[in-house]
């Protein structure tokens, strides 16, 4: 079946530095990916999506890959802020049924200033 | 302001006693999910419906029931509580299909189930 495998956290990083969070799946087809973020005591937020194979989401400076080659779609950013300290969550909607979908684990992140 | 609301937000019951968990959405949108959020798992989808009437099972529907009986209200039900039922719920939802549009979170119910 389908799955989401993300990095273990989590991750500390100091204000400015360069983010790797690394997010693979498992999936017959070519799904439709996502990240999302999770701040203290809220709900899910969409940050970035992709649909189909090379596609690049961006938002708020996050960008990531849909990389068929290698099932990724790590998400990156250049100089982090103490404000994207935060769960990041990968996600993928099933090819054959879009009404479904797998979240990964989440991965902490900790910016310190 | 355009958001996803549930209640309770925080419940602590004992086992065996039925329960509802209430989500509403204000945006018209048609379909909206249940998840639940448990350490190292992250989330996994309950149960989603497509329309009024129109509900299908997700990942973990086991011990869980939902209806839609109007457009905005998806209301999450357990008959009889267990402990493993204690987790972080989600009610999410979103214009269209998820896969195109955007889902948008409650703030979730924290339930602990004695």
């Known amino acids: 079946g389908d799955s989401v495998t993300q990095m273990e956290g989590p991750v500390t990083l100091s204000e400015e530095a360069f983010l790797t969070i690394n997010c693979t799946y498992t999936?017959?087809?070519?799904?439709?990916l996502f990240w999302y973020v999770q701040y203290p005591g809220e709900g899910l937020q969409l940050l970035l999506k992709?649909?189909?194979?090379?596609d690049k989401g961006s938002n708020k400076g996050f960008e990531a890959t849909y990389r068929k080659e290698t099932t990724s779609f790590h998400l990156e950013k250049g100089s982090v802020q103490v404000s994207d300290s935060a769960v990041y969550f990968c996600a993928l909607s099933d090819v054959y049924n879009f009404n479904k979908f797998y979240f990964g684990s989440g991965t902490k992140l900790n910016v310190k200033p | 302001e355009a958001q996803v609301t549930q209640n309770p937000r925080y419940l602590i019951t004992v086992t065996g006693k039925k329960l509802t968990v209430t989500c509403s959405q204000n945006m018209n949108h048609e379909y909206m999910s249940w998840y639940r959020q448990d350490p190292g798992l992250g989330l996994r989808q309950i149960y989603y419906?497509?329309?009024?009437?129109?509900?299908d099972k997700g990942d973990v529907p086991e011990g869980y029931k939902v209806s839609r009986k109007e457009k905005r209200n998806f209301p999450l039900i357990l008959e009889s509580p267990s402990p493993n039922q204690t987790s972080l719920y989600f009610c999410a939802s979103s214009r269209g299909q998820g896969f195109i549009d955007e889902q948008f979170f409650g703030p979730g119910t924290r339930l602990t189930v004695l």
């Open positions: 999936a017959t087809g070519y799904p439709s």
């Open positions: 419906s497509m329309n009024v009437e129109v509900t």
């Open positions: 992709a649909t189909k194979a090379d």
